[in-house]
């Protein structure tokens, strides 16, 4: 049974930093990409970054590009994400996901974790 | 950026109702098109991948259809589990972008 275990969310004064991580299991975790989607309260889904099965490339939402970071390690099982210079409009519920990619080209969040609550403010 | 505009943003239904929720694209995606459920306070749930392609476990109620930019997600008849926000969401470009949401009530 796959399982994802976000942790690490909590609350941090705007200007702060704070490390999520995602725990998998129930899958060989380093041939699929990993992905980061934000909910904010009462909103919609907002995709933040990818990360290949390798770690060797990454791709993040201009909304973040440069203050968040996406890292995995493979022998661990872990996806992480390093958040600094923190926002107010960061508040949000941060799910990881699994990507499955087809052959044809489409790619779908195929599995998500339960999601930990990041609030910025002071 | 792909824009995905769904309608209605929400709708009200009855157990035993066909519900149809629309999605349109900004430009063209192909069949890259992705429909997901979230209930309250849950992580989503990936229900359709590839426009019309059920996920594994999904009920054969949902059904998912379109290419290029009009795309439609159709319960066949609408079960009290089924109560929930569901999001479209394309794979054509990055970034990977969601629809607005659509809830559906009582």
């Known amino acids: 049974e796959v399982q994802l275990l976000e942790s690490g969310g909590g609350l941090v004064q705007p200007g702060g930093s704070l490390r999520l991580s995602c725990a998998a299991s129930g899958f060989t975790f380093s041939i699929y990409a990993m992905n980061w989607v934000r909910q904010a309260p009462g909103k919609g889904l907002e995709w933040v970054s990818v990360i290949s099965g390798s770690g060797d490339s990454t791709f993040y939402a201009d909304s973040v590009k440069g203050r968040l970071t996406i890292s995995r390690d493979n022998s661990k099982n872990t996806l992480s994400l390093q958040m600094n210079s923190l926002r107010a409009e960061d508040t949000a519920v941060y799910y990881c996901?699994?990507?499955?990619?087809?052959?044809?080209?489409?790619?779908?969040?195929?599995?998500w974790g339960q999601g930990t609550l990041v609030t910025v403010s002071s | 950026d792909i824009q995905m505009t769904q309608s209605p943003s929400s709708l009200s239904a009855s157990v035993g109702e066909r519900v149809t929720i629309t999605c349109r694209a900004s430009?063209?995606?192909?069949?890259?098109l992705n429909w997901y459920q979230q209930k309250a306070g849950k992580a989503p749930r990936l229900l359709i991948h590839?426009?019309?392609s059920l996920q594994s476990g999904v009920p054969s109620s949902f059904s998912g259809s379109g290419s290029g930019t009009d795309f439609t997600l159709t319960i066949s008849s609408l079960q009290p589990e089924d109560f929930a926000t569901y999001y479209c969401q394309q794979s054509y470009s990055t970034p990977p972008t969601f629809g607005q949401g659509t809830k559906v009530e009582i």
């Open positions: 590839t426009a019309s």
């Open positions: 430009q063209s995606i192909s069949n890259f």
């Open positions: 996901a699994t990507l499955r990619q087809d052959d044809g080209g489409n790619s779908a969040f195929d599995y």
